[in-house]
């Protein structure tokens, strides 16, 4: 469970099927196209591979199967979000694959909203809030607890394996 | 008188006539006799009588002269003369008085006659003695002695004569009264007996003429009435004479040509069963009539017959031709729709041949434009391609772009308050890149999705030349099958049609027939009735052997004549409803028929 | 003896001339929409030689100045119009289509086979009732195998001649050639008297048909009742296409949707804008619902 949002901050937004998320900017490194992804064998399903980012392998999550979307092929506006998570005191980059990224948005706390307790398709505790911007609502994710630890060391090891490709 | 000859008749009249031609004539001559008689006794009695009397007196007045002059005279000489003059007279005297003794009427004349004698002697003597003194010239004593004698006695004479003159006189006028008397009753006599005559004569001829003329007259009239052909009359015989008989005779005539008219009058009202009675063997017309009645009967009986066999023979020569008629009439509605079938489907055929040429056609255009549309396709294809080439790099550097902008509003945002004009910019930028890349995204979904259809559609039309040119061969096939299925169904048509026509003619021929022999049959019966008028043995007329026909199924079509058409007037009226009640139960007629 | 008078002339009967031709022709195709080309002098003439015989008259323009001018002339008009119509019939003629009707009609219409059903069907241009009878041996063979079935067929011809005929129901036995042998047993009554070839339909198959005159050309048919299928077979050929497509119309309004009208087999609807599809050789269906 993540704490209340209680200072404006700037967000991109990136959308996954019909849904549109925000991370907080601070943990976006930089967007990517999607390049040449390679393929780690025995990893999960969402994980897609590792990229290379100017010599150096960043792990890729299919987000959409991350969140237990079904697939879909790849497009042209397909964005890894490469981000950067703090996990035991330790930074792990992480490219996040999603179906387009929008733009940077600021949002004021008073246009954030808590998770909904109930009848969410998501788990809550991946959530940190709920924004609403016109009609579209915005899921702003908990990035870090989306990644819990061992999935960071699979993603370790992965991109230990595959660095060289 | 009725009962007497014309010639008796005549005869009796003109004798009845002749007597009283000859009474009168006998009358006549009676009178013209006692007229004779008078005329007679005047001529040949009195007159001679008072002639010579006359001469007598005149001769004694000479005489007395004569003495007076002998008297007187005083020579010898002359009493010489005038005493040859006595002489001579007194000779003629006596000559007369001998003559008048003839002619004495009477004896009252000859009384008379005897005196004038007696007076003459008388005389005589006073006039000789008178002579005898004159001679001797005794003038004296003689003119004494005349005057005391001979005066006297010759007056005494002469009164005699005159007696007798008046007389005789008295006898002619007697006897001319009585002439006067017989001329005026033979006159009255004849003129009554003339009218008489007459009058019996016109009588006699009229009644004979009467008698003659009036049933004469009569006859003539009957005679002129049966010219005229009148027998009905029937003349009134009352007499025995010649008119009796002719009128007799007459009657029988009529009566006979009224036998004959009888007959004549049978055989036109048909019948011919009378026979002629002859009048005679010299009848004519009644053998003429017998003749004709022979052969009548006998053409009749032929004709009746033959009537008979063809009034029968018609009557089934017109069933039979009804029947071919009908069976011609079936046929040619048989004919009638199968060539109206044959027209109408060669009228299909003919319009599948036209659609199929007309597809052929189609066809053709078809595959021609889906050539060329092919080849347009293909150079839109390559033009697409092209851009949608372009589009792909605008498209990139648009992403590119995009990417960069995002990239540096998050370098920005990262870098906090320091980067806080970039991220606007950057922000700017992103957008301009987002639009072109909407754009270049639409331009190139639009490329796409037109390279993909031109694509397809080249394809597809690549692949439907062939299909389109196979299609225009089996529509080249259809419409070369369907044209000769036209022409052989053409064929047919207007083999139906002729056929068609043949059979309607017949049918019209055998309708024709029909008719015909319903008209001949019709004319027969005609006929046999005609002839069934003659009646020529003396059963009964003969029946006309075929009945008429009260029923020809063409004369009298039996139906419940429903109303005629239109209901055009009131659109939307029911006139024709189901009846769920309708129920046919059977009738009458079922029970002439059973299962099978 | 010149009791008879002289015999007809046999041309004086047979002309009829150029000019009555288009005189009857006109009113033949106006009145009955019966097309009357050339071809048909004969046929005419031969037709109205009866009417004229029975009438009396000496030729044929004297009958044509009896029906047109005279005060008569409406009387002969049924006896016209009775002469001048074809009417050729026979039972199961082009059989093709009473199978169909039994074996697919019935049954695509037959939505529920547990309802009782009262199929009606129009028999249009009935003639002398062979159709009719056909159609209603059929169904009554049809009404043996499929409770509740019953059936009402309305016979309709313009020649009250032909109808008489139907409605006496009496046929001469070579015309029942082709009933089969089990359906004569059921359905026909043969005459008693043995001299006599004549056979009737039986009663019951009688009653199952009602004849009402009707003429085609009339504006409005005045029919109550709507129908599950229409005879209409081998009328139509003796129309021209513009008089087919009228009287097809007026008949597809008595047509409930989904009924069958069935057209003589040399007849075809190709070409006139009528409201029906064609489901098989010369049928053809009324659509369910009428776009």
């Not at chain 1, 901050?9 to 019909?18: H, P, R, S």
């Not at chain 1, 697939?71 to 042209?76: H, I, K, S």
């Not at chain 2, 920005?412 to 950057?426: D, L, N, P, T």
């Not at chain 3, 059921?186 to 199952?208: A, D, M, T």
Request: net charge negative; with cysteine; glycine share 6%.
């Amino acid at each position: 469970m993540s704490t209340p949002i209680a200072t404006s901050a700037q967000y991109i937004t990136f959308q996954l099927g019909n849904e549109l998320f925000a991370i907080d900017v601070a943990q976006v490194r930089e967007i990517l196209e999607l390049s040449l992804v390679t393929r780690v064998p025995t990893s999960p399903d969402y994980m897609r591979g590792v990229v290379n980012v100017r010599s150096k392998a960043i792990p890729v999550v299919d987000l959409r199967l991350k969140f237990g979307l079904p697939a879909v092929p790849d497009t042209l506006v397909s964005r890894v979000v490469v981000m950067e998570i703090e996990l035991d005191g330790e930074t792990c980059i992480v490219g996040g694959l999603a179906d387009s990224v929008h733009e940077v948005i600021e949002l004021e706390p008073a246009q954030i909203s808590p998770p909904p307790r109930l009848a969410s398709r998501w788990r809550t505790e991946l959530i940190r809030g709920m924004a609403r911007r016109g009609e579209q609502f915005i899921i702003i994710l908990d990035i870090a607890a989306v990644f819990s630890s061992d999935e960071i060391a699979l993603l370790k090891n992965g991109t230990a394996e595959t660095v060289t490709t | 008188m009725k009962n007497w000859k014309i010639g008796n008749r005549i005869t009796v009249g003109f004798a009845a006539v002749l007597l009283i031609a000859a009474t009168l004539g006998l009358y006549a001559y009676i009178q013209l006799r006692a007229i004779q008689r008078g005329t007679a006794h005047i001529t040949e009695d009195t007159m001679p009588s008072i002639n010579v009397i006359s001469g007598i007196d005149s001769r004694a007045r000479e005489v007395y002269a004569t003495v007076l002059n002998h008297v007187l005279a005083d020579n010898k000489s002359d009493m010489e003369a005038l005493e040859k003059t006595l002489e001579d007279h007194s000779g003629l005297n006596t000559e007369d008085f001998k003559k008048y003794g003839s002619l004495v009427s009477d004896s009252h004349d000859q009384d008379l006659l005897d005196k004038a004698q007696v007076c003459r002697k008388n005389y005589d003597v006073a006039r000789e003695d008178i002579l005898a003194l004159s001679r001797e010239l005794k003038n004296k004593e003689a003119i004494a002695l005349i005057h005391s004698k001979l005066t006297p006695s010759y007056r005494q004479y002469l009164q005699a004569l005159d007696d007798i003159v008046t007389y005789n006189e008295k006898l002619g006028e007697q006897a001319s009264t009585a002439i006067n008397t017989s001329i005026r009753n033979s006159v009255s006599g004849i003129i009554v007996g003339v009218v008489a005559a007459i009058l019996i004569g016109l009588t006699i001829a009229w009644f004979i003429t009467r008698s003659i003329t009036v049933p004469l007259a009569s006859a003539t009239a009957a005679v002129g009435d049966v010219a005229k052909g009148n027998l009905s009359i029937t003349l009134t015989v009352n007499s025995r004479d010649e008119i009796g008989q002719i009128t007799a005779s007459l009657n029988s005539m009529i009566e006979g040509l009224r036998g004959t008219s009888r007959v004549a009058d049978a055989i036109a009202g048909g019948d011919l069963t009378h026979d002629v009675k002859l009048l005679s063997d010299q009848d004519t017309l009644g053998h003429s009539l017998t003749k004709m009645l022979e052969n009548l009967r006998k053409i009749v009986g032929e004709v009746s017959s033959a009537a008979n066999n063809v009034a029968s023979g018609s009557e089934q020569m017109s069933a039979t031709a009804q029947q071919l008629s009908e069976g011609a009439s079936e046929q040619a509605a048989a004919a009638e729709e199968s060539t109206s079938s044959m027209e109408e489907m060669s009228a299909s055929i003919q319009q599948n041949a036209d659609n199929a040429k007309q597809t052929d056609k189609l066809a053709g255009r078809a595959a021609e434009d889906a050539k060329t549309s092919g080849t347009s396709v293909s150079q839109t294809v390559a033009a697409m391609k092209e851009i949608a080439d372009k589009i792909a790099i605008i498209e990139e550097i648009a992403r590119k772009t995009d990417l960069l902008a995002l990239n540096a509003a998050v370098e920005a945002a990262r870098a906090g308050e320091h980067g806080k004009g970039f991220a606007v910019v950057a922000s700017e930028v992103r957008k301009l890149a987002e639009r072109s890349q909407t754009a270049a995204a639409d331009i190139s979904r639009l490329t796409g999705g037109g390279v993909r259809l031109a694509h397809e559609a080249g394809d597809l039309l690549t692949k439907l030349v062939p299909d389109i040119r196979k299609t225009a061969e089996l529509v080249q096939e259809i419409a070369a099958s369907c044209g000769e299925q036209t022409t052989g169904s053409n064929q047919v048509s207007k083999a139906m049609q002729q056929l068609d026509q043949v059979i309607q003619q017949n049918s019209s021929a055998a309708e024709e027939m029909a008719s015909t022999a319903e008209e001949l049959a019709s004319q027969a019966q005609q006929l046999q009735g005609s002839i069934s008028f003659f009646k020529v043995s003396s059963a009964p007329a003969s029946a006309p052997a075929v009945s008429h026909r009260k029923n020809s199924p063409l004369k009298s079509s039996p139906k419940a004549i429903h109303a005629i058409p239109s209901r055009n007037g009131k659109p939307g009226a029911v006139a024709i409803a189901l009846d769920n009640n309708h129920n046919v139960r059977g009738d009458a007629r079922d029970g002439e028929f059973q299962h099978y | 003896m010149s009791i008879l008078p002289p015999p007809p002339e046999t041309s004086e009967i047979l002309q009829l001339t150029p000019e009555s031709f288009a005189r009857f022709a006109a009113f033949i195709t106006k009145t009955l929409g019966i097309k009357m080309s050339e071809n048909k002098i004969p046929m005419l003439q031969s037709r109205l030689q009866r009417r004229m015989r029975a009438r009396g008259l000496r030729n044929i323009d004297r009958y044509r100045d009896f029906l047109f001018n005279s005060t008569e002339g409406d009387a002969e008009l049924v006896d016209f119009i009775d002469a001048v119509t074809t009417n050729k019939t026979d039972f199961f003629r082009e059989p093709h289509h009473f199978n169909y009707l039994r074996r697919t009609a019935l049954p695509t219409l037959d939505t529920d086979p547990e309802r009782p059903w009262h199929f009606k069907l129009w028999c249009a241009g009935c003639s002398t009732g062979e159709e009719p009878y056909t159609l209603s041996m059929v169904l009554s063979e049809h009404a043996a195998e499929r409770t509740g079935f019953d059936f009402t067929i309305l016979a309709t011809d313009i020649s009250t001649r032909v109808l008489q005929t139907a409605r006496e129901a009496v046929y001469d036995e070579p015309r029942i050639e082709p009933v089969a042998d089990e359906l004569r047993k059921k359905y026909l009554l043969r005459s008693r008297s043995p001299g006599r070839n004549l056979v009737r339909i039986v009663p019951g198959l009688r009653r199952h048909v009602q004849f009402n005159r009707l003429n085609f050309m009339d504006a409005d048919y005045g029919v109550a009742d709507m129908f599950d299928a229409i005879f209409f077979r081998n009328v139509m050929i003796y129309f021209d296409k513009p008089t087919q497509e009228a009287v097809i119309r007026k008949l597809c309004r008595n047509l409930k949707p989904g009924g069958y009208l069935f057209v003589g087999h040399s007849e075809s609807l190709i070409g006139i804008d009528v409201p029906v599809r064609m489901v098989a050789s010369a049928v053809y269906q009324k659509p369910l619902s009428v776009a």
